[in-house]
């Protein structure tokens, strides 16, 4: 090959190279040139969006301003007490005192009614309620019970000794202790020939003589 030839030939390899390159920096450009335009895209989309978090944020500072003006405003200048609300003040603590008076008297009665529910509950358990004579104690005329104030016993409470279906004789309650009781033997109350022993039933008396 000739050296103009090789010349030649060198130039074109040259020439189609750099199409090459230009070809190559054109895609670069374009892809450059869409990175750009969506940037731009996403940057005005947040620029709108700190617009409108601006606007709410001055929006809640007046109000905030407007509710401090408004605090200070009530402070300085309170408003006036009128006859009328004067009137409505004096007539709501009647109302007050007159509902408080009512239920002071309700609560007195429903407590009322308790003590007497559960007078009569006691009464109830005392009818129904039994025991036993423990220990007897002759020279001295009282015996002992195994029921006390746990079982609602009260002193003065009278009951009536009782040998299977035969009635012995009657006790008055002296002393309670929470599970025994003392109780003296009623005068007169035995019958003829008979005396209290201890396993000997007694049983709640409901009337007095």
Not at 56 to 61: G, N, S, V, Y
Not at 79 to 93: F, I, R, Y
């Amino acid at each position: 090959m000739s050296e103009s030839e090789k010349s030649l030939a060198d130039l074109t390899a040259q020439k189609q190279l750099s199409e090459g390159e230009v070809t190559k920096f054109k895609g670069e450009v374009t892809t450059l040139n869409a990175k750009v335009t969506d940037l731009t895209t996403q940057l005005a989309t947040k620029d709108s969006e700190l617009g409108v978090k601006t606007t709410e944020l001055q929006a809640k500072d007046e109000k905030i301003t407007a509710l401090e003006k408004k605090a200070e405003d009530a402070t300085l200048n309170p408003p006036a007490v009128t006859d009328d609300s004067k009137a409505q003040m004096a007539e709501l603590e009647t109302l007050k005192t007159k509902l408080e008076t009512e239920l002071a008297g309700a609560q007195s009665k429903i407590k009322s009614l308790e003590e007497k529910a559960l007078e009569k509950k006691k009464s109830q358990d005392l009818k129904t309620l039994t025991g036993r004579i423990l220990a007897v104690n002759q020279a001295w005329n009282f015996v002992v019970l195994n029921i006390g104030n746990r079982n609602g016993i009260e002193s003065n409470s009278e009951f009536l000794v009782r040998r299977g279906t035969t009635l012995i004789g009657k006790v008055r309650i002296t002393t309670v202790e929470p599970a025994n009781s003392i109780a003296d033997i009623v005068p007169g109350s035995l019958k003829q020939g008979l005396s209290i022993q201890p396993g000997d039933d007694v049983i709640f008396q409901t009337e007095r003589n």
